[in-house]
């Protein structure tokens, strides 16, 4: 099985989202018995929290199944996922801090942007202190992202025996 963690500041709002889009992508692929994610974020700020209402309203739109409950990226993390997938470079800067406090560095670790094409900044906007449109444009861009690091997983792991390779 091949391990994703989608990986945010709050937990509430771009990487619970980011898992969702991606769980029901896998489904559409078939591919959910050989890659399974979750999210986490780098604070303890919404630890046992519900996604923000907007993120909520975002992923009933567009038809998403979300069941999350926000969580901290832990020491456990680093050696049980194979991918760590980070949506700004802020969130890459704390993963790093958090790997030298758990003396653990990341197996992998990339920035969701990375697979976009024609990205137009390599950060993911923190949706959390602006409206409703702030988290639609999220959601168009971890989709794009989102079929990128599919395709890129298709291409570069054996996907098909659920292996990096
Ligand atoms: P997220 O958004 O990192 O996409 O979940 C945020 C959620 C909460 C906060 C910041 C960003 N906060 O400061 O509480």
Do not use: W
């Not at 509430?12 to 029901?24: E, K």
């Amino acid at each position: 099985m091949i391990k994703v963690l989608f990986i945010c500041l709050g937990n509430i709002c771009r990487s619970p989202l980011a898992a969702a889009i991606f769980t029901q992508k896998l489904h559409e692929r078939n591919y959910t018995h050989q890659v399974s994610c979750d999210s986490c974020g780098t604070s303890d700020y919404h630890i046992g929290e519900l996604p923000d209402e907007r993120t909520i309203a975002c992923a009933k739109r567009h038809s998403i199944q979300l069941h999350h409950r926000g969580r901290q990226l832990n020491r456990s993390d680093f050696k049980d996922f194979d991918l760590f997938i980070a949506m700004d470079q802020s969130n890459v800067d704390n993963i790093n801090m958090a790997g030298e406090i758990f003396k653990m560095t990341p197996k992998c670790l990339f920035l969701i942007r990375h697979f976009q094409k024609n990205a137009d900044s390599q950060d993911v906007p923190d949706p959390y202190y602006g409206g409703e449109e702030g988290f639609e444009k999220v959601y168009e861009i971890l989709n794009e992202s989102i079929d990128g690091l599919i395709s890129m997983m298709e291409k570069d792991f054996d996907i098909e025996n659920g292996r990096l390779l």
